[in-house]
């Protein structure tokens, strides 16, 4: 399966972005998706993490109350949306699947896309 982010782009603080990741070359409805992050000069950070159905969902303490991660199985996508966006947010993100369907077990992210950029300004 290959992935593809995108929907990165430049926001003032305060502003809003929906991140889309396609997937191609088979489905992911069995696969628990993440997103994560990596700002400039630090590590990767995990950002969101939705289970296969999309009814359990996990988030970064920042990330928590501003952004939403969800799924669509049937376009085998899986979506970001970032509200109150701040000028910390600034990275690129990225998308991942592990070969589960939970969150919460020992698999990795071990299927990573090319990430987009998301640049917050003050």
């Known amino acids: 399966v290959q992935l593809q982010a995108s929907g990165g782009g430049l926001v003032q603080a305060g502003g809003s972005l929906r991140l889309s990741c396609v997937a191609s070359?088979?489905?992911?409805?069995?696969?628990?998706m993440g997103w994560f992050r990596r700002a400039p000069g630090l590590g990767r950070e995990f950002v969101a993490g939705?289970?296969?159905?999309?009814?359990?969902?996990s988030y970064s303490d920042s990330a928590k109350g501003r952004f939403t991660v969800s799924r669509d199985n049937t376009k085998n996508t899986v979506y970001l949306q970032m509200t109150s966006l701040k000028p910390e947010d600034t990275a690129v993100y990225y998308c991942?699947?592990?070969?589960?369907?939970?969150?919460?077990?020992?698999?990795?992210?071990?299927?990573w896309g090319q990430g987009t950029l998301v640049t917050v300004s003050s």
């Open positions: 991942a699947a592990k070969y589960s369907t939970r969150l919460d077990d020992r698999f990795p992210y071990n299927i």
């Open positions: 070359g088979r489905t992911i409805s069995t696969y628990a």
């Open positions: 939705i289970n296969w159905n999309g009814v359990t969902t």
